[in-house]
């Protein structure tokens, strides 16, 4: 039974904003106020001077991709089939794959843009002395999230390459997370790298999802206030038919002391 004086919840999520500065293709929310809320019912003869204080309901209308804030992408963001199977829509991802033991890698030293090789993830694993065992959900402390609000937010973090997606996957990790704006390295980046002739620069560990099933989740926040290990990660995605991603509020509940 959950006991919650025996949890410390953490909320480990970037908000969907209006216009927000750090997502190149924002969310346009318009919200609809109290008083806005009475014109709902004028098409019934219902006045304004009708409700409680002459006002209505207040509600919000969103316009985004499912790319935007917080989010865990499915294996069909990846490509259409992986494993000889068709790849799974956010809908069709199990939700246990969704709960589970989270792990902290410490990445947060990397420099601007760097990628994060397998021998990063093989270190920072020995650093906490620890074992990744199937199921866990690993998450990069990268600290970028430091960055939300900021223009610059979406193009300086270091990004999981290819190999260390794979060594992670191959350990049973079915889940991997980042606080950064991406899980590879910025567009910016790969786009240059890739005009240059180098093609396996294009969202490298990204399409890793087409050999190995998988999903990882992008803009977490606050990994610094999380143990390296020995809390549970949460994070249900919202349920869009068919969509290659799908928006969470990830939490972590830590044990208190």
Known sequence: MYQREKFEIIDLSVPI???AKSEPKPARIRYSSHKDGTKLA??????????????????EELTLITHVGTHLDAPFHFGPVVEGKPAKTIDQ????????????????????????????????IKKINYQIRPWDIV???TDRDKLWGSRDYPWVHPGMTREATLYLINKGVKVIGTDAYGFDRPFTVM?????????????????????????????????????NYGFIFVAFPI?????????IRAVALVPKE
């Open 17 to 19: 904003e209006d216009r």
């Open 42 to 59: 004028e098409p019934a003869g219902v006045k304004a001077d009708d409700f409680p204080d002459s006002i209505g309901l207040a509600s």
């Open 93 to 124: 991802v199990p939700l246990e794959w969704c709960i589970g033991n989270g792990v902290v890698l410490d990445l947060s030293y990397k420099e601007k843009c760097a990628p994060i090789t397998e021998e990063d993830i093989k270190n920072a």
């Open 139 to 141: 998450l990069i402390r």
């Open 191 to 227: 786009f240059e790298e890739t005009k240059a002739g180098h093609r396996e620069s294009l969202w490298p560990a990204h399409f890793v999802g087409r050999e190995k099933e998988y999903l990882h989740i992008e803009k977490l926040a606050n990994l610094d206030k999380l143990p």
């Open 239 to 247: 349920l869009i038919k068919k969509a290659s991603a799908g928006w």
